[in-house]
């Protein structure tokens, strides 16, 4: 485990590889990061911020998703995936919000996971970043950057939220977990950049020699594969 002065130089390092760290899905208002979440799953921001614009010209609130033609939804969300299952969400989570919270989203992880189709990860996104609430979204980056550096240890994202935020102030959750995406996403990669990293002098997998053993590993294969 980490001690306090440690967890704090670790994301005041990763604050200055990253700054500016926030999501990149492109939003107007709480409703539409709600939206833009749910579409991002097994998708890409960059996709999904493509789909938004006319999704939400045609459909600009819960009202409007709530009674939608379910084909003309799909169409407009094609081509984040997952298409028919999205769309479902998309309409029952409106229909909920309208009857429940008068079409507002609310700012609490009770009410917004009890909404169909959202979890923890995407309440997490729209209340850290969408409704002044602290939130620490855990997707897949973070849980592997987190784990390879020593903060956790453990692939279940609940435990990993729980502990995460139990090293930092609120102030710093949604922060932190931006930071630890778009490390994961640019630096600490499946294949991790190490020599680029600004954290591997705190980072337990490289200092046990984990990035050697991948390049090993990648050199073998790579051997056996020209066999
Ligand atoms: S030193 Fe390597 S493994 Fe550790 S956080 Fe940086 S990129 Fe990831």
């Known amino acids: 485990m980490k001690s306090p002065a ?33 579409l991002s799953a097994q998708s890409t921001d960059a996709r999904v911020n493509l789909v938004t614009p006319a999704l939400f010209a045609r459909f600009p609130d819960a009202k409007a998703i709530a009674g939608a033609d379910t084909g ?8 984040t995936g997952f298409f028919r299952q999205k769309s479902k969400s998309l309409i029952g989570m409106s229909s909920l919000l309208l009857s429940e919270h008068k079409g507002t989203v609310p700012a609490s992880m009770d009410a917004l996971t ?9 309440a997490n996104v729209v209340l850290g970043h969408a409704l002044g609430v602290p939130g620490l979204p855990v997707d897949r980056h973070v849980l592997r950057v987190s784990n390879r550096i020593g903060l956790v240890r453990s692939e279940d994202p ?6 995460l935020c139990s090293m930092l102030p609120p102030a ?56």
């Open 6 to 38: 440690v967890v704090k130089r670790i994301f005041d390092a990763l604050d200055r590889h990253h700054p500016g760290a926030d999501t990149e899905l492109v939003y107007r208002n709480p409703f539409e990061l709600l939206v833009a979440t749910m």
């Open 72 to 79: 003309e939804l799909e169409i407009l969300i094609h081509a």
């Open 114 to 122: 009890a909404l169909p189709g959202v979890g923890r990860k995407t």
């Open 158 to 163: 609940v435990k990993v939220e729980a502990e």
């Open 172 to 227: 710093r959750w949604t922060r932190a977990s931006d930071t630890l995406i778009l490390h994961g996403r640019r630096i600490c990669r499946p294949a991790p950049l190490c020599p680029r990293c600004n954290v591997r002098n705190d980072c337990d997998y490289f200092r046990t020699g984990g990035a050697t053993k991948l390049i090993k590993k990648g050199a073998s294969k790579a051997k056996r594969a020209r066999r």
